[in-house]
């Protein structure tokens, strides 16, 4: 453990940053084969993101905003719906694509967007679907306009979004259409990345664990030509965090 302290140390120094969360010597994460440990662990990580739950939006949001989101705080799923279709008409999106992430479902979403002339669609396919209906939600998600994505986990200590592509949740939604937009609930955000790792460790001994996930951490960013900084290249140029302050209407 001494050895991770001393590397993120020196990343810390090097990115010119003071206030990053460092890891106890004797703290546990991911690198454990006891089950009870690693149980005990993730249920300490879900316990402290509800517990903390309005501390962690407001790192989060803070977090997300330096990393380049364009952040919103709505008090409802009434106002959330209101706010995705008003940057919906803002890029004159024709076609909408959506997962199927319950906050979605919640959010009068689909209503609101077809009241106002907007295609939608949602994202149904997954590793059993035929090979035809794969091509065909792939040329969806990049002839979309927005996709729209909940989140399983929000990092707050960088302003990261975690997505676990599966059935549902295609990982197109966030990287092919120009304007990607992230929906999160309270009890969604954890501290640091220590907390993700363990929940993922628990759910990886317990043969739960997807089979990958996206860190989404602003818009998308290269600097490889020239060493100059360009927005957009490999994934949507604009990304919206929604963040819900209270699950109601």
Known sequence: M??????????????GRTNITRPKDNYDTAIFEDRNLAR???AQAVADANSMAASLIDQMVQSADDAG????????????????????KDHNAKSVLRSAHSVLTDIPIDR????????????????????????????AAFNA?????????????????????????????SLAPPTHIAVLR???????????????????LNGKLQGSMNLISGPSKT????????????????VHLIVIENNKY
């Not at 919103?72 to 940057?87: K, P, W």
């Not at 309270?186 to 990886?204: K, M, N």
């Open 2 to 15: 001494a050895d991770k302290v001393s590397f993120i140390k020196q990343v810390t120094k090097a990115l």
């Open 40 to 42: 005990a662990n993730a």
């Open 69 to 88: 989101w364009k952040v919103h705080r709505t008090d409802n799923y009434e106002e959330s719906a209101e706010l995705i279709v008003g940057i919906c």
């Open 112 to 139: 609101a967007l077809a009241a106002s002339g907007t295609v939608l669609e949602v994202t149904e396919h997954s590793s059993q679907s035929s090979n035809r209906h794969i091509e065909k939600s792939k040329a």
């Open 145 to 173: 306009d927005v996709g729209i994505t909940g989140v399983d986990y929000a990092i707050a200590e960088t302003g990261t979004v975690v997505l676990h592509p599966r059935a549902g949740v295609s990982r197109l939604l």
């Open 186 to 204: 309270p009890g969604d955000v954890l501290a640091s990345l220590d907390e993700l790792f363990a929940i993922q460790r628990d759910d990886f």
């Open 223 to 238: 600097a490889d030509i020239e060493g100059t900084t360009v927005t957009g290249i490999h994934g949507p140029l604009e």
